[in-house]
């Protein structure tokens, strides 16, 4: 059993809730004349870096800028009403003292306009990184060793938990114990299968088998204090 010094969260579908996401871009696209459903958009665009997505539009002789800005424009208006937090989080962030940090393929900008907007934002103080502070977003390890590089731990006693495949990857890639996290509202058919099948050393559905696996893993806890 490895001994954890500190736990990696990915952003979206892990610490917020992913559908203000998916509802904005399904509304950008189809605005621009190409009709998406939420859920098509969580199956396109789950876990994607930023170019990534604007590949995806171009290749469809899509306006990407111009979608992308659309969309930014519809989920900031979300996120200036209200950050949706995943159900029992808040409970993660203050039971356990280990350091935490946020590696997430979402740009610095969608970070601050959502995150840092949360009661989550203290507990990782400028541990809070983006895609845009590396060379590669994920599913390539940049993301996991500069983390752990900041925070001073070596990725073999680090966690990194995603909901989806690109973080595991990630998190193999870089040498993390890699969860893969289902969340209450997840809708894709075998999706913890997928994630094992990718590499996930354990898959956990919702934040309560999350926080019985950090206490199985003998993270050092503050409520137990």
Known sequence: MRH????????????LDSEPMRRALAQALTAAGYPMTIDEARAVFSGNAAHDSRDWMAARGLLADEIVRESDRLLFEQFDQHVPLIPGIERIMSGFSVPMAICSNASIERLKRSVHRTSLAPRFGPNIYSAEHV????????????????????????LFIDDNIHG??????????????IAPSENRTGHAATLRAAGANHVVHGMEQFHALLKFLTIETLEDA
């Open 4 to 15: 954890i010094e500190a736990i990696l969260f990915d952003c979206d579908g892990v610490l």
């Open 135 to 158: 060379a590669r977003p994920k599913p390539a390890a940049d993301l996991a060793l500069y983390a752990c590089a900041r925070l001073g731990v070596p990725p073999s006693r680090a």
């Open 168 to 181: 595991i990857h990630c998190a193999r890639a870089a040498g993390c114990l890699a969860v893969g996290f």
